[in-house]
């Protein structure tokens, strides 16, 4: 089968075509043929080495698709059924088929298409664990989103929306900004053109925010702490700008008892209930149309390293995908 193997850690041109062995269902696994597969900022870094695996490995840890056959055990999914999926341990999403552990898979709907419900994996969700459960988002909240055109930002600021915030956001160029604005955000800040933190202690009456989402990082992350209301938490999700440097933990009580977490996805979807209530929960928002999903370029997965050059230069606004077979 084709897929998008890296035999050595390095920039986009490391994403090659190649003809690989179509995987084998172990017990508990299950093999699907998928129709796409979807681009995720963190498989930049571990295109980069960033995060490193044994070479060579074939890249992109989600996709949707349909049961091809299933490994000794599976009791939940039967060939046919349309199925998706937002991490698994061996990658391998960049492929026109991949294997699957029963236990990351979600049913798909058969009101949802392919494209949007892989937009709603990782990325979906991703924004709905961080303002339900990281920062839980009450009526009345005044929150700020980084990055808000982006795949999971533009998804967050919806729900967020939903949920009764407030939400003040950052884009970079006014094409992202206008974006972000029409996913609800109140007050949208051009950070590649103004410093964010006075425009958010402005537009609060200097009050600060009760949360700020945080995936850029390094660029960020300090005056995304100065901008929090007292005992404020500073979700820190990502690092599309670089690692944040270790914090010296004084800082959380003389910046007003300051709350920071660093959550990542697996931890709010290990167990199969939560992994499907969230995902039932998008599925529905999406019906009642708090939420719309933006596909913002699509690849063949051929051309891997061209959707990498986009994200990384951070050209890309909604989700990327890379289209692998008949849809
Ligand atoms: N912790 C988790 O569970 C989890 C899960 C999913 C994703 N994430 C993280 O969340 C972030 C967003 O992921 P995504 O897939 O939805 O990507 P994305 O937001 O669609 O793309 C990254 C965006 O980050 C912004 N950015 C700011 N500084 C950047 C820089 N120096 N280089 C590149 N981009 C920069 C850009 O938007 P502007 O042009 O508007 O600045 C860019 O479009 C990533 O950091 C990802 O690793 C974390």
Known sequence: MLAIRVDRAGGPEVLRPAEVDQPVPQPGEVLVRQTVAGVNYIDTSIRRGRIPRDLPFVLGREGVGTVLATGAGVRAFRPGDRVGYAETPHLGGYAEANVVPESELVTIP????????????????????????????????????????????????????????????????????????????????????????PEVMRVTGDAGVAAVYDSVGLDTWERSMAVLRRRGVLVLYGASSGRVPPLDLQRLGSGGSLYVTRPTATDYKRERSELDARANDLFDALRAKRLTVRIGARYPLERADEAHRALEARETIGKILLDVGAA
């Open 110 to 197: 058969d009101d949802i298409d392919d494209s949007t419900a892989c937009a709603l994996m990782l990325q979906g969700i991703t924004a709905h664990y961080l303002c339900t459960s990281t920062y839980p988002v009450a009526p009345g909240d005044t929150i700020l989103v980084h990055a808000a055109a982006g795949g999971v930002g533009l998804l967050l600021v919806q729900l967020a929306k939903a949920r009764g915030a407030r939400v003040i956001a950052t884009a970079g160029g006014p094409e992202k900004v206008a974006l972000a604005l029409a996913a609800g955000a109140d007050h949208v800040v051009d950070y590649r053109a103004t410093d964010f933190a």
